[in-house]
């Protein structure tokens, strides 16, 4: 079945340290790819997607790219700060319902 | 606002109780879901729907029940609640965008404790 593999966390780094978290994914088709964010005691928010090979989602500084040749979502970003201490989820669209990864709990230390 | 809203945010039961969970959209999305919340686990999908009239079961399906009577609302009914079952629930609304992908919208959490 449909399955998403996430960089176990906790990940922890210092302010303005460059982040990448893993995603691979396994699925039929070429679904679509999500990152959600979860901030400490709120709900999930899209963070950035992409609906096919080579997009390139991004927002709020994040970036990550749909590559079908390795089935990854790679979530990078340059420069870390401290608000974005968050728990990350790779999401795969299979039929009708999603995939979830299990999750990488990042904290940023100034 | 539009979006999903979940009731009630926060749940205390005792072991056997019965309660609905509720969810609401509006936005007139034709598929919802119901996940489950645990630590280290991820999110994991308990039942889903694809229109009014229609449900399946996901990947943790046992203990729960639900029902899609309109497009609106798609409560998630625990019959006799069990310690098990202490996780924080999530509901979503999705479509289908048209272009191969679908939009998801979330609602912010029901923490429920089973003692």
């Known amino acids: 079945g449909d399955s998403v593999t996430q960089m176990e966390g906790p990940v922890t780094l210092s302010e303005e340290a460059f982040l990448t978290i893993n995603c691979t994914y396994t699925?039929?088709?070429?679904?679509?790819l999500f990152w959600y964010v979860q901030y400490p005691g709120e709900g999930l928010q899209l963070l950035l997607k992409?609906?096919?090979?080579?997009d390139k989602g991004s927002n709020k500084g994040f970036e990550a790219t749909y590559r079908k040749e390795t089935t990854s979502f790679h979530l990078e970003k340059g420069s870390v700060q401290v608000s974005d201490s968050a728990v990350y989820f790779c999401?795969?669209?299979?039929?009708?319902?999603?995939?979830f990864g299990q999750g990488t709990r990042l904290t940023i230390n100034p | 606002n539009a979006g999903v809203t979940q009731t009630p945010k926060f749940q205390v039961l005792k072991t056997g109780q019965s309660m609905t969970l509720q969810c609401a959209q509006d936005?007139?999305?034709?598929?919802m879901s119901w996940y489950r919340q645990d630590p280290g686990m991820g999110l994991r999908l308990i039942h889903y729907?694809?229109?009014?009239?229609?449900?399946d079961q996901g990947e943790v399906p046992n203990g729960y029940n639900v029902s899609r009577s309109t497009t609106e609302d798609f409560p998630l009914r625990l019959l006799s609640a069990a310690p098990s079952q202490t996780s924080v629930y999530f509901c979503?609304?999705?479509?289908?965008?048209?272009?191969?992908?679908?939009?998801?919208?979330f609602g912010s959490g029901t923490r429920l404790t089973v003692v």
């Open positions: 979503a609304s999705s479509y289908s965008t048209g272009t191969g992908g679908y939009g998801y919208t």
């Open positions: 699925a039929t088709g070429y679904p679509s």
């Open positions: 992409a609906t096919k090979a080579d």
């Open positions: 999401l795969a669209q299979g039929a009708q319902k999603l995939v």
């Open positions: 936005m007139n999305h034709e598929y």
């Open positions: 729907s694809v229109g009014a009239g229609i449900t």
